[in-house]
């Protein structure tokens, strides 16, 4: 069957690849509606350990096509939402506390893009069907349950992992999907002020109207000095993209005591430097924490409820439309391109 990949590190195109059978426990997947990833790009330029031959895409929701014999709560045909991260359930790793993306190692359960051929694809392979997908409640759009799979789960982890709380003050440094769907995050869980900073129009835009109080381009040098000017005590930085100055700036910025949630991927330094005095020599209380999205059918049919009532709608994150298979990499170059007017696009498969 024909799937979009990676040939090679910076060798993107069609792949001939064998459809996926499922084991016992698992399904196979006809994916209806499909959307690349910033990580997607990155993996496809080299941003992890070398892949050939790999299918990409972690970002999905479609039509079941064949469970396996001990599956019971889906069946062929089912409409489904995949999470982008499926653990493994049995794997020792989930069973400690808060690392249920990381079943077999870090990021173990991240397994689109670690360990087999991602979504897009004729088809896809879905491990432990009961445990890793979802269905689409009545009232949610296909599309807003694709929102849910990547975008929502890793942005609202990150107003989590930052213990976002009523009145705080919360900076969140880099506004593309992710850093939208975190400041929307922060706002629902009781953010006072919540500044965003972004490079692109478009993402400044929607950041305000998912309830940032006050935006910051980054493209302007001394982004943060704005934010010290706009916030001198600032509780939470959530930081959802950058490189390792953008890390550097969210412990300078946020307050003795207070935290900042890394949910962003650093794939272009070998070393991330810390600002000692910033960091108050060590003994300031600034917690800085580094987190990965959670996964599994649990984790995602909550998300899915939450638009289904209306608290959120993360539809407003699509920019850009798609249709047929053909139409992948289209919608992939416009991924590694980000003109300014680009949040996400999809792709109707
Ligand atoms: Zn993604």
Request: hydrophobic share 50%; aromatic share 4%; proline share 6%.
């Amino acid at each position: 069957m024909r799937g979009f990949g990676m040939r090679d590190v910076d060798d993107i195109g069609w792949l001939d690849v064998p459809r996926p059978v499922c084991g016992p426990l698992d399904a196979v997947v006809r994916p209806t509606i499909v959307a690349p990833c910033t990580s997607d790009v990155r993996v496809a330029h080299g941003g992890a350990a070398p892949r050939t031959n790999r299918v990409l895409g972690h970002e999905a929701v479609g039509i079941v096509e064949a469970v396996g014999d001990l599956v019971t709560g889906f069946r062929a045909g089912d409409v489904v939402a995949v999470p982008c991260v499926t653990p493994d359930w049995l794997a020792p790793g989930v069973q400690h506390a808060r690392t249920v993306s990381h079943d077999a190692g870090e990021q173990g359960s991240f397994k689109f893009v670690g360990h087999k051929d991602g979504v897009m694809a004729e088809a896809f392979h879905v491990n432990q069907a009961d445990a890793n997908l979802a269905r689409i409640p009545a009232g949610v759009p296909p599309e807003a349950a694709l929102m849910a799979t990547d975008m929502m789960p890793t942005g609202l982890h990150g107003a989590e992992v930052a213990e976002v709380g009523f009145g705080d003050t919360v900076v969140v440094v880099g506004i593309g999907p992710v850093g939208l769907m975190a400041v929307a995050g922060a706002v629902l869980r009781g953010a006072g002020r919540v500044i965003a900073v972004g490079g692109r129009p478009a993402c400044l835009k929607l950041a305000a109207e998912y309830g940032a109080s006050a935006v910051v381009s980054r493209r302007d040098d001394d982004w943060a000095g704005q934010v010290i000017r706009l916030a001198p005590e600032v509780d939470k930085v959530i930081v959802a993209g950058g490189d390792q100055s953008t890390l550097a700036a969210a412990v300078r910025l946020v307050r003795a005591g207070g935290i900042v949630a890394n949910i962003n991927f650093y794939d272009q330094a070998a070393v991330l430097q810390l600002p000692v005095v910033d960091w108050g020599l060590g003994m300031a209380d600034k917690d800085i924490r580094g987190s990965f999205c959670l996964g599994g059918g649990v984790q995602l049919q909550r998300l899915l409820a939450m638009i289904a009532a209306g608290r959120i709608d993360p539809t407003r994150l699509i920019t850009h439309t798609f249709e047929g298979l053909d139409r992948l990499p289209d919608a992939f170059a416009l991924m590694e391109a980000k003109p300014d007017d680009l949040i996400k696009p999809i792709v109707y498969l």
